[in-house]
C-alpha cells in the first residue's frame, strides 16, 4: 500500500509561482513512475510532469513544458513540482500519482495510487 499527501497548493496573481510537495509513504518498491497530473472543471485529467525513478529522467506535458520542474528528495519520501510563471490556463486540482512504467510516465491509466489532490488557483 502507498499513501501520497499533496500540500502547497493556493491562489497566485498570474506570473506568480507555487512550488507543490507530494508526501510519499509505504511500499513503493514496486513502482517505477511519479508524476503530476492535473484536472480542471469539466475537464479531463491530464500529465503535468513526470519522473522515472530509477534514473530520475524527467517528463512534461505541454502544461509543464518550460514553466514547471519536478523533483524528488534523495530520501525518495517528497515529490515537488515547481511551477514558474503560472497563467489563467493553469488553476485545476493538481494529482501526485505513483505507478507503473509507461512512455514518459503520462499513462494515467498506469497509475495505482493517487493523492487527494491540491488546488491552484491564478488570478489576474
Known amino acids: 500500500q502507498v499513501s501520497l499527501v499533496e500540500s502547497g497548493g493556493g491562489s497566485v496573481k498570474s506570473g506568480g509561482s507555487l512550488k507543490l510537495s507530494c508526501s510519499i509513504s509505504?511500499?513503493?518498491?514496486?513502482?517505477?513512475?511519479l508524476g503530476w497530473f492535473r484536472q480542471a472543471p469539466e475537464k479531463e485529467r491530464e500529465p503535468v510532469a513526470s519522473l522515472f525513478t530509477l534514473n530520475k529522467q524527467t517528463y512534461f506535458g505541454g502544461p509543464g513544458q518550460g514553466r514547471f520542474s519536478i523533483s524528488q528528495d534523495n530520501a525518495g519520501n517528497t515529490l515537488y513540482l515547481e511551477m514558474n510563471n503560472l497563467q489563467p490556463e493553469d488553476p485545476a486540482m493538481y494529482y501526485c500519482a505513483m505507478g507503473h512504467s509507461s512512455p514518459r510516465c503520462q499513462a494515467i491509466e498506469r497509475n495505482e495510487y493517487w493523492g487527494q489532490g491540491t488546488q491552484v488557483t491564478v488570478s489576474s
Open positions: 509505504g511500499n513503493t518498491y514496486l513502482y517505477r513512475c
